[in-house]
């Protein structure tokens, strides 16, 4: 007769932060988020399970067994934040208003642009992406097409096709440029280096771009030791590129071999888009919210944590904390009911119900808030 499976859920061994690193106490988070302890709006209080604590490191490849964050409370982003200077931005080519408080308001013409570089699959919903990054971050969000790459074996040609550039001149030809790439003869797998294209969106970039980042369907990687790299900033130049190959829930690939990469895992094609999409708008979002001055959070578990390998990356939340959402709404001056709202519409249109129910409980708690001051 065999035995009935143990009720005990086995623990995930603890690791040690990195030397030097503690996590914040309950006070130090309190006073991160910005606001004094008597007068703290109902949308950033904490009602006991919506905002989880940073988990404790449970792999030596966690991002916090490796290294030291300081982190940053909103009064130290208010003062080190470029976006709020009454200088203009060194690489901006817009019309700057110094008096402004919100990035709309100094920048009244600026989007954020993102350019598709390579042909993605029907697995990967670029449309819906870019519609989320609209309601996350509520900014005018636009496509910058007019970039394509073409394969021949293990040669990839990025292709220019300027009449999409306003900047181009009226009689500019389309161009080619060979990117710096590896490849394996036998797996047929092809890595593009991420500074080649990097190089070339700092000169795509629209004037009225506030940043622009690329996306790709093809893997990348930066050193010849990396096994990939999920993509790379340039934050002066405010240009980006970003890979979703390896967010592909049916991949198997070495933890050793960079060439060594394979879709094996047979997952249902709706739950495979889902997956794809989901983690496609965390790491997006993640970095824009990079290249407008949020660095990595410390003080809750939230979509800003930094990840030191991809299934930390893949269980992290998709939220801000308040800390983080008090600064991203300092920034761009959305109203923090109206930003959930929308957000909700999004999860529920693509059926994110984890996220979905967050946000119906989050709604709740802030109106109830709101009821109580009539």
Same mark, same amino acid.
């Given at each position: 007769?065999?035995?009935?499976?143990?009720?005990?859920?086995?623990?995930?061994?603890?690791?040690?932060? /990195?030397?030097?690193?503690?996590?914040?106490?309950?006070?130090?988070?309190?006073?991160?988020?910005?606001?004094?302890?008597?007068?703290?709006?109902?949308?950033?209080?904490?009602?006991?399970?919506?905002?989880?604590?940073?988990? *404790?490191?449970?792999?030596?490849?966690?991002?916090? /067994?490796?290294?030291?964050?300081?982190?940053?409370?909103?009064?130290?982003?208010?003062?080190?934040?470029?976006?709020?200077?009454?200088?203009?931005?060194?690489?901006?080519?817009?019309?700057?208003?110094?008096?402004?408080?919100?990035?709309?308001?100094?920048?009244?013409?600026?989007?954020?642009?993102?350019?598709?570089?390579?042909?993605?699959?029907?697995?990967?919903?670029?449309?819906?992406?870019?519609?989320?990054?609209?309601?996350?971050?509520?900014?005018?969000?636009?496509?910058?097409?007019?970039?394509?790459?073409?394969?021949?074996?293990?040669?990839?040609?990025?292709?220019?096709?300027?009449?999409?550039?306003?900047?181009?001149?009226?009689?500019?030809?389309?161009?080619?440029?060979?990117?710096?790439?590896?490849?394996?003869?036998?797996?047929?797998?092809?890595?593009?280096?991420?500074?080649?294209?990097?190089?070339?969106?700092?000169?795509?970039?629209?004037?009225?771009?506030?940043?622009?980042?690329?996306?790709?369907?093809?893997?990348?990687?930066?050193?010849?030791?990396?096994?990939?790299?999920?993509?790379? /900033?340039?934050?002066?130049?405010?240009?980006?590129?970003?890979?979703?190959?390896?967010?592909?829930?049916?991949?198997?690939?070495?933890?050793?071999?960079?060439?060594?990469?394979?879709?094996?895992?047979?997952?249902?094609?709706?739950?495979?888009?889902?997956?794809?999409?989901?983690?496609?708008?965390?790491?997006?979002?993640?970095?824009?919210?990079?290249?407008?001055?949020?660095?990595?959070?410390?003080?809750?578990?939230?979509?800003?944590?930094?990840?030191?390998?991809?299934?930390?990356?893949?269980?992290?939340?998709?939220?801000?904390?308040?800390?983080?959402?008090?600064?991203?709404?300092?920034?761009?001056?959305?109203?923090?009911? /109206?930003?959930?709202?929308?957000?909700?519409?999004?999860?529920?249109?693509?059926?994110?119900?984890?996220?979905?129910?967050?946000?119906?409980?989050?709604?709740?708690?802030?109106?109830?808030?709101?009821?109580?001051? *009539?």
């Amino acid at each position: 007769m065999s035995k009935a499976p143990s009720k005990r859920k086995r623990l995930k061994k603890l690791i040690p932060y /990195a030397r030097g690193f503690h996590p914040p106490s309950q006070q130090v988070k309190s006073r991160a988020v910005g606001f004094e302890i008597n007068s703290v709006p109902q949308e950033y209080k904490d009602d006991g399970s919506s905002f989880l604590p940073i988990p *404790r490191p449970t792999s030596q490849d966690d991002w916090l /067994a490796q290294y030291v964050e300081k982190g940053q409370s909103y009064k130290d982003y208010l003062l080190e934040n470029p976006w709020f200077s009454q200088r203009k931005h060194k690489f901006m080519q817009q019309k700057f208003i110094p008096s402004g408080n919100t990035i709309c308001e100094k920048y009244p013409d600026g989007k954020i642009y993102i350019a598709k570089i390579g042909a993605f699959s029907s697995d990967i919903c670029f449309d819906d992406l870019v519609d989320y990054i609209k309601r996350f971050l509520c900014l005018p969000v636009c496509v910058l097409n007019g970039l394509d790459i073409v394969q021949e074996r293990d040669r990839l040609t990025l292709i220019e096709d300027p009449t999409y550039n306003p900047l181009s001149r009226p009689e500019a030809r389309i161009k080619r440029s060979t990117l710096h790439t590896r490849y394996d003869g036998k797996t047929k797998h092809l890595q593009i280096c991420v500074d080649s294209i990097l190089s070339k969106l700092r000169s795509v970039k629209p004037h009225d771009a506030l940043c622009l980042i690329g996306l790709t369907p093809h893997d990348l990687y930066g050193d010849k030791s990396d096994l990939f790299v999920a993509g790379m /900033a340039a934050g002066l130049q405010q240009v980006a590129v970003f890979s979703l190959m390896r967010y592909n829930p049916a991949l198997s690939f070495s933890t050793e071999h960079w060439y060594d990469i394979e879709e094996t895992k047979k997952i249902d094609p709706v739950e495979k888009r889902r997956l794809i999409l989901q983690r496609s708008c965390k790491l997006v979002v993640h970095e824009l919210c990079h290249l407008l001055g949020l660095p990595h959070c410390i003080y809750y578990s939230c979509c800003m944590n930094g990840s030191g390998h991809l299934q930390e990356d893949f269980d992290q939340p998709m939220m801000l904390c308040p800390v983080d959402l008090h600064k991203l709404q300092t920034l761009t001056g959305f109203d923090v009911e /109206a930003r959930y709202k929308t957000l909700l519409e999004f999860f529920l249109k693509n059926n994110f119900f984890k996220e979905a129910n967050w946000v119906e409980k989050r709604l709740k708690f802030v109106q109830k808030g709101e009821e109580s001051k *009539r």
